[in-house]
């Protein structure tokens, strides 16, 4: 019997790889979204890797009898929770806009879980860990109070998760990522931040185009080895492949309980210098760029250990940062410079 599986968000930057991902290990996917932060280039993406067009509805997840008739419309085995708002700064000057469009959105989900039995996966967020004292970070470091709403909201939804799958008997997991990069190897799907981009990756491609004059590195002065920030960078494509098997691990009941955590990233700390060095080296590209003070709210160091997922899920990211680099940049010229 094929699955399928509910996408939200799903014509984004993750829910179009994942999409794909799911689509290509057999599962049939309806992909939602109401498109307030982005156009249709990534489904229409979508449908040309796949050969095929995934039924497409566009609708606001916080409009609960529009989720009500989609749970009616489909029979939904699993739902993967991506729309949601994810500016960081944003949240801080308009808490209330992210608290109901973040929270309301899930709560409908949740609610459409409870009554089909659909299993829950919730896209969660590395930034749970705060500024974590002991690195890496397992799925047991503590949870440290959220710096802005956005990463309140990632913490709040963990929660409610957790709680309904106790209360419920929902099957539940939370994929903590951490940062994900990169584009899909066919360069047909990726990243379209609107206006100037707040994350590493599409700011440095959009300064190697020409879009942007140059790349400010927030800060080198952090108490690191060549004093700039350490993060973990995780492939796109490794990351959706990380759904897969934690869809397959729900519907397969193959969980452990009924709520489950995992670490989504590499077990690999790169420092933004690292970053920026390896993207010039590997598309051979000098980049403009120049240290800025620190950004206010940025952690020194954050990454994972993924042993949990590596055994539980049998997941692996497998993708070197080049070969994810070289994707990204694939991508950016084919959507700013028009090159094939
Ligand atoms: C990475 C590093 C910056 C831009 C954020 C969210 C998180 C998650 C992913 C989002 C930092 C430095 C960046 C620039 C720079 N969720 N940098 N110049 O901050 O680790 O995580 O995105 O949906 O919740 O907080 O990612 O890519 O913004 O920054 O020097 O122009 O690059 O200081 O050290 P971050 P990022």
Redesign the pocket.
Known sequence: MIKTVLVSGGAGFIGSHVTVELSQAGYEVVVADNMSNCDDTNYKGVCAILGKEPPFINMDFCDSSAVAKLFADYKIDAVIHFAAF???GESVAEPLKYYRNNLLSFLNVLEAARQSGAAVLFSS???VYGEPEELPVTEASPRLPAT?P??NT?QICEDFLRDCCSAYGLRGTALR?????GAHPSALIGELPRGV????????TQTAAGKRER?????NDYPTPDG????DYIDITDLAKAHVCAVRRMLDGKMESGYEVFNIGTGRPVS?LE?VNAFEKVNGIRLNYCF?P??A???TA?WADPSLANEKLGWKAVRSVEETLAAAWAWEKRISLHEE
């Open positions: 994810k500016a960081v967020s590395a930034t802005s956005y990463g990632k990522y951490f940062n994900p990069i981009p707040n994350n590493l990756v599409p700011y440095i790349l400010s590195i927030f800060g700039t920030c350490l993060r933004v970053l800025a620190r950004r709210g940025d952690v954050v």
